[in-house]
């Protein structure tokens, strides 16, 4: 894992047990039951840091394309069902009126599109299915996660 978000993780711990050490009294409420506070409040971390890493790719990949020359015709909101929960944002297309190229990051690149994509519940790897039956996000998703923990991939 790199230092970056060694720090990263430890700065948020610490933040965090700061917070929820201000009400000790609700802490040791809690009891044995502490740890499904903290599922719950990893759960929401990670459907906002999903969520923040899904809007910031977009946007890198919407740049991307408005550099080509294409231009923001619409942007549909999509949902996705993910391992944290449901995320919703943007997806854009986008289209050159000059060369007739078109994009839809979100679909394309990222493999998200709209309400079609659902949670796969026999797989917890795989967090949505895709019209086409590709799961990107959760590909995305173990690739950040493995990369950000060093897990290797297992050869089957």
């Known amino acids: 894992m790199e230092p970056r978000y060694r720090d990263a993780i430890h700065n948020a711990s610490a933040e965090l047990s700061h ?5 000790i009294p609700a802490l040791l409420a809690q009891g044995l039951r502490l740890d499904a506070l903290v599922r719950d409040l990893l759960r929401a971390v990670g459907l906002a840091l999903l969520s923040a890493l899904y809007q910031g ?3 890198h990949l919407v740049q991307q394309a408005i550099d080509r020359g294409l231009s923001v015709q ?7 069902n993910t391992l944290f929960g449901e995320v919703e944002m943007a997806s854009p297309s986008l289209r050159s009126a ?9 679909k394309d690149v990222l493999g998200g599109e709209g309400e079609r994509a659902r949670s796969q519940d026999t797989n917890p790897w795989q967090t949505q299915v895709m019209a086409r039956g590709v799961s990107r996000s959760s590909g995305i998703f173990l690739w ?6 060093g897990i290797q991939r297992l050869s089957v």
């Open 57 to 59: 790719l977009c946007a």
């Open 19 to 23: 917070a929820l050490l201000e009400d």
């Open 144 to 149: 950040i996660w493995s990369y950000i923990f």
């Open 98 to 106: 000059q060369s007739g190229e078109s994009a839809r990051p979100m």
């Open 74 to 80: 619409s942007r549909p909101r999509v949902r996705f």
